[in-house]
């Protein structure tokens, strides 16, 4: 017997809930993509399309990727807290090619809303911003 598309999507959400938490609002998301994912799969397969024709196309919207308490890896779908070198050339890409392809600023860490908020303030507990226009002031007079 055949499964149907929603009884294949329901078995791989349950092997994903055994293997990590989700809430409630993950299992919606995640069954609605899985879902969607394999009927785009049949339709291509009975068509005789070639199913990766979107190989260039992000697996999720940039600006959703970064979110607070982790970050999605828009070339695979991995979440991290952040997102390190070597998982990036891993992809080919370094974190300057990563942010130009997607349409960050140069500036935008590739973390965790969390993890930056908690470096930017222990930085300034520890008198960067002060210390950093100090320095910036003393190499202005150097340069006159």
């Given at each position: 017997?055949?499964?149907?598309?929603?009884?294949?999507?329901?078995?791989?959400?349950?092997?994903?809930?055994?293997?990590?938490?989700?809430?409630?609002?993950?299992?919606?998301?995640?069954?609605?993509?899985?879902?969607?994912?394999?009927?785009?799969?049949?339709?291509?397969?009975?068509?005789?399309?070639?199913?990766?024709?979107?190989?260039?196309?992000?697996?999720?919207?940039?600006?959703?990727?970064?979110?607070?308490?982790?970050?999605?890896?828009?070339?695979?779908?991995?979440?991290?807290?952040?997102?390190?070198?070597?998982?990036?050339?891993?992809?080919?890409?370094?974190?300057?090619?990563?942010?130009?392809?997607?349409?960050?600023s140069a500036r935008?860490?590739?973390?965790?809303?969390?993890?930056?908020?908690?470096?930017?303030?222990?930085?300034?507990?520890?008198?960067?911003?002060?210390?950093?226009?100090?320095?910036?002031?003393?190499?202005?007079?150097?340069?006159?």
């Amino acid at each position: 017997m055949t499964k149907t598309l929603v009884e294949m999507t329901a078995e791989i959400i349950q092997s994903q809930i055994s293997t990590r938490e989700m809430s409630t609002d993950e299992i919606k998301v995640a069954l609605n993509e899985t879902f969607q994912t394999l009927k785009g799969l049949q339709e291509a397969e009975i068509s005789g399309q070639d199913a990766g024709d979107d190989e260039n196309k992000p697996v999720m919207d940039p600006r959703k990727s970064i979110q607070r308490n982790k970050i999605v890896c828009l070339e695979c779908g991995q979440e991290f807290k952040m997102l390190s070198p070597k998982h990036l050339k891993s992809h080919g890409l370094t974190s300057k090619e990563y942010r130009k392809k997607y349409g960050f600023s140069a500036r935008q860490p590739l973390c965790a809303k969390s993890l930056s908020e908690r470096r930017s303030k222990s930085g300034k507990e520890r008198g960067l911003p002060e210390n950093l226009r100090k320095a910036i002031a003393a190499r202005t007079k150097k340069k006159k």
